[in-house]
């Protein structure tokens, strides 16, 4: 079974790609979810579990309502964004995530969760337009999924989400530097070779690619701060200096409560 990791420090995540029978009988790979249009799925299915306190997502009566909520144009055709976002919805919905502690040399800790325990979304055919005259497409949210974000909350900004949403690398900042002003207690710099760990590509590993990769950090992050004046940060030729903030909404009783429903 092929797998796609990451690991930081000590702690590691995979991605299993899901997979599917096709009409020759033969178990076909469905694909990696990948792009910014997953993040996009997976911050609705968030803040709705919260909001609502229910694994049970109503993502609309179209793909097309779901992607304008999202701040996305629906387009037609092969290579639009109806079919991207179909497609990148099947493959998250599928894919199985092992996160995995390696800190501790007298134990394995790790945990293995999909997103989606079931799922009915966009079946039929579609007018041009993208809308459907079928049953609310729905998201029912696996236990484990619901639990951790429920549990562990830290709200984004829908707006901000939707501002940034042009590049998965703003979406990723974006919601790492909410949690970490959320979670941050004193002046702490990341190092570049940590967040190359975490963010950047398998790639990143020669002098060349990984003063590329500070650049792109360093702008992307400059467009994250412009809808997060919030975030107490700052670069340096270290890293990433974060010091204690605020959430970029802060966490109000009201959050909290519906968190633990």
């Given at each position: 079974m092929p797998a796609w990791g990451r690991q930081n420090g000590d702690l590691s995540l995979t991605v299993q790609p899901g997979m599917t029978?096709?009409?020759?009988?033969?178990?076909?790979?469905?694909?990696?979810?990948?792009g910014t249009m997953p993040r996009l799925i997976l911050t609705f299915l968030?803040?709705?579990?919260?909001?609502?306190?229910?694994?049970?997502?109503?993502?609309?009566?179209?793909?097309?309502?779901?992607?304008?909520?999202?701040g996305l144009a629906a387009t037609g055709g092969k290579n639009g964004?109806?079919?991207?976002?179909?497609?990148?919805?099947?493959?998250?919905?599928?894919?199985?995530?092992?996160?995995?502690?390696?800190?501790?040399?007298?134990?394995?800790?790790?945990?293995?969760?999909?997103?989606?325990?079931?799922?009915?979304?966009?079946?039929?055919?579609?007018?041009?337009?993208?809308?459907?005259?079928?049953?609310?497409?729905?998201?029912?949210?696996?236990?484990?999924?619901?639990?951790?974000?429920?549990?562990?909350?830290?709200?984004?900004?829908?707006?901000?989400?939707?501002?940034?949403?042009?590049?998965?690398?703003?979406?990723?900042?974006?919601?790492?530097?909410?949690?970490r002003m959320y979670s941050v207690k004193r002046e702490t710099t990341v190092p570049w070779e940590s967040l190359i760990m975490q963010f950047g590509s398998t790639a990143a590993d020669n002098r060349f690619r990984r003063r590329q990769f500070r650049l792109d950090f360093t702008e992307a992050l400059r467009q994250v701060v412009v809808v997060y004046p919030q975030a107490n940060v700052d670069t340096s030729e270290r890293g990433v200096a974060l010091r204690p903030g605020l959430p970029h909404i802060p966490m109000s009783p009201g959050f909290r409560a519906r968190a633990r429903t």
């Open positions: 029978t096709g009409r020759n009988n033969k178990p076909e790979l469905i694909g990696y979810p990948f968030s803040t709705e579990a919260v909001r609502t306190g229910s694994q049970d997502i109503v993502l609309g009566d179209s793909l097309t309502d779901f992607m304008a909520s999202m964004s109806l079919t991207r976002m179909r497609n990148q919805s099947h493959r998250l919905f599928n894919a199985t995530l092992t996160i995995e502690y390696k800190g501790d040399a007298n134990r394995r800790i790790g945990a293995k969760l999909s997103v989606a325990s079931a799922y009915n979304i966009w079946c039929g055919s579609e007018s041009e337009d993208g809308h459907l005259s079928l049953f609310a497409s729905t998201v029912r949210l696996s236990d484990e999924f619901f639990h951790e974000v429920t549990a562990h909350p830290v709200p984004l900004d829908m707006n901000a989400i939707k501002a940034l949403g042009g590049s998965a690398l703003r979406l990723d900042i974006y919601a790492w530097l909410t949690y």
